[in-house]
């Protein structure tokens, strides 16, 4: 089946004799000894999560998939599930949560190199002996950066490495890692799968069910970072629409991508969807669609850009990204004084209102900078 049958139908099994269409809900946290399905205590699993965990598997093409309640517990149970001692090559742009669980909670732990994943030649440079895991985010958040998969899948797999690839910004819906020679797939849910801007959960997907994915089971089932049975449910229900909010957050982005980069007072543009993008061609080669984030470096610093921002009515001032409405932030506010983002930075989250209104909104907050 094509990917927009599979979302809207993978993990839907009604068990009642109601005749219900949807899945309904599962909220007992308990189940009866001997049960048919298996089931013991909703944090080993439950009805509404092993639904969640099927869809995304089979979007993924993946053979098995584990739901956390956060993208951050996603990530971190890769980590965790690291023999200590391990050295890790992460991007030196990846997202600053994912980044602060490499250097806070595995300090002393783990070895991090952070470098820039689309020379190739950093990331050969970097290895060391004890590199157990390539973590990779293309594009990458919030500078758009292009990672090769096939080509780092190479470099890892010759060292006898695992590389693990965040897909939130390009979704299964354009790009699968596990395709292109990445061994798991890491999904911040809150994002462009709920994308409602109203639930937080995060994924693992597995191309293999190995010794590596029993250890995040088992990290995921003690460790107890699972999502409710309830935002399991919401999350399987936005997901059924995924594909078609990508395609009009992408063709949203190639709008305003183009605005920006024909605007007198935009310095740089960053969307791999435009063909002066240096990853622009590497993007074409594993994405089918270049995702709905465009940042943008705007003429006259950091106050320019936070005027632009206080300008807007359309374009909710707020961190975050993947909603159906537009968000818009100064990233390096966010991310602190150690951050790599240029100080002028606009993060983009381009939504699904008409293009024209966000044109017009952008024209009239652009007029008074
Ligand atoms: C938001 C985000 C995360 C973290 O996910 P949470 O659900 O906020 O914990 C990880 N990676 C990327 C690329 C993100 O945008």
């Known amino acids: 089946m094509k990917f927009e049958t599979r979302a809207i139908h993978k993990g839907n099994h009604i068990t ?22 298996g089931l013991l205590y909703t944090r080993a699993g439950n009805p509404n999560r092993l639904a969640l965990e099927e869809l995304i598997a089979s979007l993924e093409q993946g053979v098995d998939a584990a739901a956390f309640s956060s993208g951050n517990a996603a990530g971190t149970a890769v980590y965790q599930a690291l023999e200590p001692g391990s050295h890790i090559i992460a991007p030196d742009d990846m997202y600053h949560g994912l980044h ?29 002996p004890n590199t157990r895991l390539f973590w990779v985010e293309t594009p990458s958040n919030p500078l758009l950066k292009i990672t090769d998969i096939r ?8 060292h006898g490495a695992i590389l693990a690839c965040d897909n939130t910004f390009a979704t299964p819906v354009f790009q699968n890692p596990l395709l292109l020679g990445a ?21 693992l997907v597995t191309k293999e069910k190995n010794d590596f994915w ?51 007072k935009v310095e740089r543009v960053y969307y791999p969807g435009l063909k002066n993008h240096p990853g622009h061609e590497i993007a074409a080669s594993q994405m089918s669609g270049f ?23 359309l374009f909710a001032n707020a961190t975050s990204l993947g909603g159906i409405e537009s968000l818009i932030e100064r990233r390096a506010a966010v991310e602190g004084p150690d951050t790599l983002t240029p100080p002028n930075l606009i993060r983009v989250s381009v939504g699904l209102e008409h293009t024209e209104d966000l044109l017009t909104d952008l024209d009239q907050a652009f007029s008074k900078i």
């Open 16 to 37: 009642d004799n109601t005749g219900s269409v949807v899945q309904p809900i599962t909220l007992s946290t308990t189940f009866e000894h001997g049960n048919e399905a």
């Open 100 to 128: 602060n669980s490499m250097t806070i909670l595995f300090k002393g732990i783990h070895e991090v190199s952070f470098v820039d994943m689309s020379n190739l030649e950093a990331v050969k440079a970097a290895i060391r």
């Open 151 to 158: 080509k780092v899948a190479e470099i890892a797999h010759g």
């Open 183 to 203: 061994d798991i797939v890491m999904h911040s849910s809150t994002k462009y799968f709920g994308g409602h801007s109203d639930l937080l959960g995060g994924a």
């Open 214 to 264: 029993t250890k995040i089971r088992t990290i995921q089932r003690v460790g107890g970072a699972v999502p409710s049975p309830t935002d399991c449910y919401w999350l399987g229900r936005s997901i059924k629409s995924l594909a078609y909010r990508m395609k009009g957050h992408a063709e949203h982005a190639m709008v305003l991508a183009d605005y920006f980069l024909s605007h007198p």
């Open 291 to 313: 995702g709905g984030v465009v940042s943008i470096q705007v003429k006259g610093g950091a106050a320019a850009a936070d005027k632009l921002i206080s300008e807007l009515h």
